[in-house]
């Protein structure tokens, strides 16, 4: 797809829609929800930006990967995007759960039942600084858990079903 022709209101679809961030190989891979990221513009690249915690399985495959998808799902699919952020891939088969079919492309791994997939090349990443963080906000989010890795990937492709 050419990114001129590239429409989504990502305030809304990453926010309120929620996404799917999936990295590994073919032979070993993961999934989670993400609602935390944007998509913008870097080094004169388009980019998609997100946002995931170390103790979360699927961190360990995009620290390891080259790339990661970012992927938009019908309504229909909330159930299986539930899943994908309660569930770890580590502990059980969360795959089997969400009902979705993995559909492995040249350089990332994305599903069938996508709507709108984004293909991206991690160029970037670097841990929040808590000290930078607004005490409302890291009481709010970091009183228990630990602080975001954000990752920067380059899109390098858009799959569009819709």
Same mark, same amino acid.
């Given at each position: 797809?050419?990114?001129?022709?590239?429409?989504?209101?990502?305030?809304?679809?990453?926010?309120?829609?929620?996404?799917?961030?999936?990295?590994?190989?073919?032979?070993?891979?993961?999934?989670?929800?993400?609602?935390?990221?944007? #998509?913008?513009?870097?080094?004169? %690249?388009?980019?998609?930006?997100?946002?995931?915690?170390? &103790?979360?399985?699927? @961190? *360990?495959? =995009?620290?390891?990967?080259?790339?990661?998808?970012?992927?938009?799902?019908?309504?229909?699919?909330?159930?299986?995007?539930?899943?994908?952020?309660?569930?770890?891939?580590?502990?059980?088969?969360?795959?089997?759960?969400?009902?979705?079919?993995?559909?492995?492309?040249?350089?990332?791994?994305?599903?069938?039942?996508?709507? #709108?997939?984004?293909?991206?090349? %991690?160029?970037?990443?670097?841990?929040?600084?808590?000290? &930078?963080?607004?005490? @409302? *906000?890291? =009481?709010?989010?970091?009183?228990?858990?630990?602080?975001?890795?954000?990752?920067?990937?380059?899109?390098?492709?858009?799959?569009?079903?819709?």
């Amino acid at each position: 797809m050419n990114l001129k022709d590239f429409n989504l209101a990502p305030l809304y679809a990453i926010d309120q829609e929620w996404a799917l961030v999936t990295a590994g190989i073919k032979e070993k891979f993961n999934t989670m929800t993400v609602s935390w990221g944007g #998509l913008g513009t870097l080094w004169n %690249k388009p980019i998609v930006t997100l946002y995931i915690r170390p &103790n979360r399985y699927t @961190y *360990e495959f =995009t620290e390891n990967s080259e790339y990661f998808t970012l992927s938009f799902y019908d309504e229909k699919y909330r159930k299986s995007l539930e899943i994908a952020g309660t569930k770890s891939g580590k502990n059980s088969d969360k795959l089997s759960l969400m009902n979705l079919t993995p559909l492995f492309l040249n350089k990332s791994i994305t599903f069938e039942e996508a709507k #709108l997939t984004i293909v991206c090349k %991690k160029i970037y990443f670097q841990d929040l600084d808590i000290k &930078n963080v607004p005490e @409302y *906000e890291s =009481t709010r989010f970091y009183n228990k858990e630990p602080i975001h890795r954000m990752y920067i990937g380059e899109v390098i492709d858009i799959i569009d079903k819709r």
